[in-house]
Structure formats: structure tokens, C-alpha cells
Nanobody
Framework: QVQLVESGGGLVQPGGSLRLSCAAS???????MGWYRQVPGKQRELVAT???????NYADSVKGRFTISRDNAKDTVYLQMNSLKPEDTAVYYC????????WGQGTQVTVSS
């Protein structure tokens, strides 16, 4: 069992930056870690993933603006979000996946002037 706790969300102006963190209760070394986001009335969508070997994958909408990283020694995954746009507004969820999938409770990101 892995518990995930996200932090770092908040209100930011367009063009600003935020850094999300996801702290895991257990060892995440072998897990594929990911960030997803969801807005009301829409399906949860992939933002970025990172493997244990640090291979990354990004949604086209965030390429060049967001960076996912992981610190296996701290069992923590990060999402650096730059050049934020209003359409990035969503609840952001951390995910840990192997044969099973674990989710955090989510953190709200609001991009607005």
C-alpha cells in the first residue's frame, strides 16, 4: 500500500510558476509516477509521467512548460509548472503505478488574473 500526498497548489497569475510535490509513504523506486489533472465535468487527463529510469512523457499541451522529476531517496515526485495558462486550472493528482494504481487526494491549481 502506497499513500500519496500532494502539495504546492494555489492561485497564480497567467505566466507564473508553481511547483507541485507528491510525497509517498512507501518506496516508489519501481513505480511509474505520474501527474494527472481534472476539471469539473471532464475526464481526468494525463499531464506527465516518469519511470524509475527517469524516462519522461508529457501531454502535448504542457510540453516545454512543465517538467516532471523524482527523488527516489525522498520518495517524492515533483511537477515544475512554468508559463502557466488559465487552461491549466484544474485539480492535479499524483499517481503511482505498477500492477496496481494509487492516487493522491489532489491539489487545486488556479491560474487567473
Amino acid at each position: 500500500q502506497v499513500q500519496l500526498v500532494e502539495s504546492g497548489g494555489g492561485l497564480v497569475q497567467p505566466g507564473g510558476s508553481l511547483r507541485l510535490s507528491c510525497a509517498a509513504s512507501g518506496n516508489i523506486f519501481l513505480f511509474i509516477m505520474g501527474w494527472y489533472r481534472q476539471v469539473p465535468g471532464k475526464q481526468r487527463e494525463l499531464v506527465a509521467t516518469i519511470t524509475s529510469g527517469r524516462t519522461t512523457n508529457y501531454a502535448d499541451s504542457v510540453k516545454g512548460r512543465f517538467t516532471i522529476s523524482r527523488d527516489n531517496a525522498k520518495d517524492t515526485v515533483y511537477l515544475q509548472m512554468n508559463s502557466l495558462k488559465p487552461e491549466d486550472t484544474a485539480v492535479y493528482y499524483c499517481n503511482a503505478r505498477r500492477s496496481v494504481s494509487y492516487w493522491g487526494q489532489g491539489t487545486q491549481v488556479t491560474v487567473s488574473s
